[in-house]
């Protein structure tokens, strides 16, 4: 069964430093998103993605976050300057372009900033 | 208001129980409904999606009723297997966006 998968599984950094979270998305899918869910709280939309460009991004989103399809397989979360906060699991999802927008879930990373 | 409520439990359950999760949300233009399961520390995983008649899936039953804003999960004859968080999720088109809003969640555990 196909599936989405994500590296690293556990990403260390210091703060202020750039991170990028890999995904590979399921191959026939054409939408990519990105969420986070801080420990003990609820799953947040972050990006979406499709056609090479942003569809949508949350309020969270902010100039310190970019994605990228650098080709036709990986999708990438960008993170120029870490904070604390932003200490978190980082899910990659994607979807069918038709359908129900059932969205399929990466086993996320676990991103701890120091 | 939150977007998508649920009642946080933890719903402590005996194998064999039936248990019911209930959820409502806020924006009336909310277009898809899902359950989804998750373990501990684990990703989300699609349980079901949710449709206005109603639909089944073994001993899962997923019901949706636009007019109140309001989906229930139904698990019939439980299963330690089922222990997990519940999230119910809305989805919201926007253009070529399609966003999901994920509700806390419900904790169950299935006790033997």
């Known amino acids: 069964e196909p599936e989405v998968t994500q590296t690293p599984s556990h990403q260390v950094t210091q703060m202020g430093q750039e991170v990028i979270l890999r995904c590979v998305p399921i191959s026939n899918h054409l939408y990519f998103y990105w969420y986070r869910q801080i420990l003990g709280q609820k799953v947040e939309f972050l990006v979406s993605f499709y056609n090479n460009e942003i569809s949508e991004k949350s309020e969270i989103f902010d100039d310190q976050f970019s994605v990228e399809r650098p080709d036709g397989s990986n999708f990438t979360l960008k993170i120029r300057s870490t904070k604390l906060e932003d200490s978190a699991m980082y899910f990659c999802?994607?979807?069918?372009?038709?359908?129900?927008?059932?969205?399929?879930f990466g086993p996320g990373t676990r991103l701890t900033v120091l | 208001r939150k977007e998508v409520e649920q009642d946080p439990g933890p719903f402590n359950v005996p194998e064999g129980a039936t248990v019911a999760f209930n959820c409502t949300y806020s924006n009336s233009a909310s277009q898809s409904f899902f359950w989804y399961r998750q373990d501990c520390r684990k990703e989300p995983k699609l349980l079901m999606s949710v449709y206005s008649s109603g639909n089944e899936d073994g001993r899962f039953t997923a019901q949706l009723n636009r007019a109140s804003q309001y989906i229930s999960l139904l698990i019939r004859d439980s299963k330690l297997s089922d222990s997990a968080t519940y999230l119910c999720?809305?989805?919201?088109?926007?253009?070529?966006?399609?966003?999901?809003?994920f509700g806390s969640g419900t904790q169950l555990t299935v006790l033997p």
């Open positions: 999802a994607s979807s069918e372009r038709s359908g129900p927008w059932e969205q399929f």
């Open positions: 999720v809305v989805g919201l088109s926007s253009g070529s966006a399609r966003q999901l809003t």
